[in-house]
């Protein structure tokens, strides 16, 4: 299994951005996807995340009503539509591969990840 992500970029506050995770490999097709993000000195934390079988979702408190994972994403994509950016948000972004069957916000239950794509929102 291999994970891209991509879509990063430099946006001033209040901006959108949207970013991709391409999901290869048959074996995790229904496994859920999560989004991570790690800022500067600070511990990498969980975003958001989707059951990719029946289109749960789960959001941050910090990013819920501001970002959103679409359930209707064209095959092995994985989009997460970011609103309202605040430069708090600026942080390297991961996609991941949960383990298991359901939503989870632990990254150690994610087993496969994408390299990161640099989100950078200026005040």
């Known amino acids: 299994v291999q994970l891209q992500a991509s879509g990063g970029g430099l946006v001033q506050a209040g901006g959108s951005l949207r970013l991709s995770c391409a999901v290869s490999?048959?074996?995790?097709?229904?496994?859920?996807v999560g989004w991570f993000r790690q800022a500067p000195g600070k511990d990498r934390e969980f975003v958001a995340a989707?059951?990719?079988?029946?289109?749960?979702?789960d959001y941050a408190d910090s990013v819920k009503g501001r970002f959103t994972i679409p359930r209707d994403s064209p095959g092995n994509t994985v989009y997460l539509q970011m609103s309202s950016l605040k430069p708090e948000d600026t942080a390297v972004y991961y996609c991941?591969?949960?383990?298991?069957?359901?939503?989870?916000?632990?990254?150690?239950?994610?087993?496969?990840w994408g390299q990161g794509t640099q989100v950078t929102v200026s005040s």
């Open positions: 991941a591969i949960d383990r298991g069957p359901v939503i989870r916000r632990d990254q150690n239950e994610y087993d496969y």
């Open positions: 490999g048959r074996a995790y097709n229904a496994n859920p």
């Open positions: 989707i059951r990719r079988t029946d289109g749960r979702t």
